[in-house]
């Protein structure tokens, strides 16, 4: 039985799909990655962040991209968080953790009819909407000729499905202790609810 979804949304660049740690990617797609090397998609549902990999060529990768790798400040945090609450309050969705990171964002979500996919693109484009009416979109100095300004996340996203209480709950405190692990705050967002069985 799944009792909720662990979805991981990363910034424009923070994982590659050639990314030397690995990723779930069985394509590289865009032409300037491609010198870095194949896909390198993994089959374990496990952190492998902190596994040894190639640093330089990773960096060597991340320089190679259209736009610089999106770094959200503190500001554009809240703005992040801002339109997260607005999605929740057009779907209902409960969030029983949320860690809003520089370079990418956890969140730990109950049960949903929706499909994750869909609740992440939901997410996705209430943050990015928040970030444009503010006058704060990490990429709005690259717009197309057009006036198109790219996404500031990445094209997918990493969704873990929940299917036991005590895993619920690791997420939950995996989630809430990322920040600090990244020697940032401990985040308290107003969005989030506590889990309850």
């Given at each position: 039985?799944?009792?909720?979804?662990?979805?991981?949304?990363?910034?424009?660049?923070?994982?590659?799909?050639?990314?030397?740690?690995?990723?779930?990617?069985?394509?590289?797609?865009?032409?300037?990655?491609?010198?870095?090397?194949?896909?390198?998609?993994?089959?374990?549902?496990?952190?492998?962040?902190?596994?040894?990999?190639?640093?330089?060529?990773?960096?060597?990768?991340?320089?190679?991209?259209?736009?610089?790798?999106?770094?959200?400040?503190?500001?554009?945090?809240?703005?992040?968080?801002?339109?997260?609450?607005?999605?929740?309050?057009?779907?209902?969705?409960?969030?029983?953790?949320?860690?809003?990171?520089?370079?990418?964002?956890h969140?730990?979500?109950g049960?949903?009819?929706?499909?994750a996919?869909?609740?992440?693109?939901?997410?996705?484009?209430?943050?990015?909407?928040?970030?444009?009416?503010?006058?704060?979109?990490?990429?709005?100095?690259?717009?197309?000729?057009?006036?198109?300004?790219?996404?500031?996340?990445?094209?997918?996203?990493?969704?873990?499905?929940?299917?036991?209480?005590?895993?619920?709950?690791?997420?939950?405190?995996?989630?809430?202790?990322?920040?600090?692990?990244?020697?940032?705050?401990?985040?308290r967002?107003?969005?989030?609810?506590?889990?309850?069985?």
């Open positions: 039985m799944i009792l909720g979804f662990h979805i991981i949304v990363s910034a424009y660049g923070f994982w590659l799909p050639n990314d030397p740690r690995g990723s779930w990617s069985e394509v590289v797609r865009e032409f300037p990655l491609r010198q870095y090397g194949a896909a390198t998609k993994v089959s374990v549902n496990r952190n492998v962040a902190a596994a040894k990999h190639d640093y330089q060529l990773r960096m060597a990768a991340k320089r190679s991209l259209r736009y610089p790798p999106v770094q959200f400040t503190g500001k554009q945090a809240v703005l992040i968080a801002q339109g997260f609450a607005t999605a929740v309050r057009e779907s209902g969705y409960r969030v029983h953790a949320l860690a809003i990171l520089p370079d990418h964002t969140l730990v979500l049960w949903q009819t929706k499909p996919e869909q609740i992440a693109q939901h997410l996705k484009s209430k943050a990015t909407r928040e970030l444009t009416a503010a006058d704060e979109h990490p990429l709005q100095d690259h717009r197309s000729p057009g006036g198109r300004v790219p996404s500031p996340w990445g094209r997918k996203q990493w969704i873990p499905f929940i299917s036991s209480e005590s895993h619920l709950r690791r997420a939950i405190r995996y989630v809430e202790q990322n920040p600090v692990k990244a020697g940032l705050r401990r985040q967002w107003n969005l989030v609810v506590p889990y309850e069985p």
